[in-house]
């Protein structure tokens, strides 16, 4: 069912008044926006910084009456340009409130601009915890949901799959509550829409008691994890695996579920002064001389090279330090496909190591795990999925070779069915993603009848979803200057 979200006669304001209202939580009449990674910026027609939900449906009656899109963003952390937008730009950050906790039903209800930090921070007072987390904890909870984001852990599904219900505020202008049970394809579209079916105002999350996590950290040949993959997949309630290279080596993390007392820890070298501030210096040199990345690879394998086994609380041990600013890559495919896609890169990399003139990648890859689910748009739909992320660090902010390593890498991912991480840059357009994605159809009917008019449709999504093809739609439009090579 739907209804509006206030007594309020919105189409009765005059539009002289409608401006007045939004004069407020107007942030700046010349907007610029950039993405945390400074790797996309956009030039909206006004940032809107919302503090209720009244002011949410005022800006969408400004935005019906001007014909405008209204694009929500979050903290901005999606390294692609998922969040710009020429339109309206909506700010989420102060949408950020804990509103109920069920402990004993272990769920709660919290605004979608609440960042995950700030969830984490709610939840451990009252003896909760999400079920699980990815690599950072910055974004917002919306932001998360809308992409499918994940964490890692075979027998567990993205993080989407813990949403229980959503409410959203429609094109229209109507609340309206979906879950599984009530308006199931509005919400199984909305719970990795991309922020087009509607505004999240709302996310019921199912949480589980607070638990700390026993992790085992340890360096081993890249050759002898991948022989032993799925035997160090599934030995462990999460696994993850950073995979230098140049080195030739991954680094395995495996997490479970302990009642053994906090005893944090890490690596000194690579979290101290050395590993920070001597690795950017060198990953800036190497700009200049290639070759050294592969001595950088190399020397920060070695800093975190040495067994580690902490216990802390689940979220620090899921999270992990992002360190610089980065273009970045992630792509699923199929779990039975990991250990012929991990040797195809490992082939590929060797031979551009040997070569003079060959790409020089930083590190670590990352290599990750989720559980199939029913979720249209989420990669991991149908399938077990691995995850595969690959970085090129952008030290003291300055720009790196990046696109032909992940042209190259993305080729063989591909070749392996991969499908991308919704919130990363990539190049699918409707063809391909229709075959990727057996109810990619039944997505795009959902965004017809609930927003026919494409009020919350960004260049982004009208380029991915729809195929709109043109200067205004090119995947570079809202693209910083990077070298081509």
């Known amino acids: 069912m739907s209804?509006?979200?206030?007594?309020?006669?919105?189409?009765?304001?005059?539009?002289?008044?409608?401006?007045?209202?939004?004069?407020?939580?107007?942030?700046?009449?010349?907007?610029?926006?950039?993405?945390?990674?400074?790797?996309?910026?956009?030039?909206?027609?006004?940032?809107?910084?919302?503090?209720?939900?009244?002011?949410?449906?005022?800006?969408?009656?400004?935005?019906?009456?001007?014909?405008?899109?209204?694009?929500?963003?979050?903290?901005?952390?999606?390294?692609?340009?998922?969040?710009?937008?020429?339109?309206?730009?909506?700010?989420?950050?102060?949408?950020?409130?804990?509103?109920?906790?069920?402990?004993?039903?272990?769920?709660?209800?919290?605004?979608?601009?609440?960042?995950?930090?700030?969830?984490?921070a709610e939840l451990a007072i009252h003896g909760l915890a999400m079920i699980n987390v990815g690599s950072i904890s910055d974004q917002t909870l919306g932001g998360i949901v809308t992409t499918a984001t994940h964490g890692t852990g075979i027998n567990y599904g993205v993080i989407s799959t813990h949403v229980m219900g959503l409410s959203l505020l429609l094109a229209d202008g109507s609340r309206v509550f979906c879950s599984r049970q009530v308006r199931p394809d509005l919400f199984t579209?909305?719970?990795?829409?991309?922020?087009?079916?509607?505004?999240i105002l709302t996310i019921t999350l199912e949480v589980e008691p607070a638990f700390r996590l026993k992790e085992v950290q340890q360096t081993i040949q890249f050759h002898e994890c991948v022989r032993s993959l799925h035997s160090l997949v599934t030995a462990s309630q999460h696994v993850r695996f950073w995979w230098f290279p140049a080195a030739d080596t991954m680094r395995v993390s495996s997490a479970d579920r302990t009642t053994e007392p906090i005893k944090p820890a890490g690596s000194w070298l690579w979290h101290s002064l050395i590993g920070f501030h001597v690795v950017q210096f060198l990953l800036f040199v190497a700009r200049f001389i290639l070759p050294l990345n592969i001595f950088i690879g190399r020397f920060a394998s070695w800093l975190v090279s040495t067994k580690v086994i902490a216990v802390d609380d689940s979220f620090r041990i899921f999270n992990m330090e992002c360190r610089y600013p980065q273009h970045t890559t992630e792509w699923a495919i199929p779990y039975e496909n990991t250990k012929a896609c991990l040797h195809d890169l490992h082939d590929w990399l060797m031979r551009e190591f040997s070569d003079p003139n060959g790409l020089r990648p930083h590190f670590p890859i990352e290599v990750r795990f989720s559980d199939s689910d029913d979720i249209w748009l989420s990669p991991s739909n149908g399938q077990r999925t691995c995850w595969i992320g690959i970085v090129q660090f952008k030290p003291y902010g300055f720009e790196v070779p990046y696109k032909m390593l992940f042209e190259r890498f993305e080729a063989i991912l591909c070749r392996h069915g991969g499908r991308p991480h919704w919130a990363k840059a990539h190049n699918l357009r409707p063809e391909t993603l229709r075959r990727l994605y057996p109810r990619f159809d039944d997505f795009t009917r959902v965004l017809g009848s609930v927003d026919p008019r494409g009020m919350f449709r960004n260049e982004y999504v009208e380029r991915h979803i729809f195929g709109k093809t043109g200067p205004g739609y090119h995947n570079r439009v809202f693209k910083r200057y990077a070298p081509s090579h």
């Open 3 to 120: 209804s509006p979200t206030s007594t309020l006669n919105l189409s009765a304001i005059p539009l002289s008044q409608l401006y007045g209202l939004l004069q407020p939580i107007t942030v700046s009449p010349n907007p610029k926006f950039a993405n945390w990674s400074r790797t996309f910026t956009c030039s909206p027609l006004a940032v809107f910084e919302p503090t209720t939900e009244l002011h949410c449906e005022l800006i969408l009656e400004l935005a019906r009456r001007e014909n405008k899109v209204v694009r929500a963003v979050g903290v901005g952390h999606s390294p692609s340009d998922l969040a710009c937008t020429t339109g309206y730009m909506l700010r989420t950050t102060k949408l950020d409130r804990l509103l109920e906790i069920h402990a004993d039903k272990r769920y709660i209800i919290a605004q979608a601009g609440i960042t995950l930090d700030a969830l984490h």
């Open 189 to 199: 579209a909305s719970i990795c829409g991309l922020g087009s079916t509607g505004l």
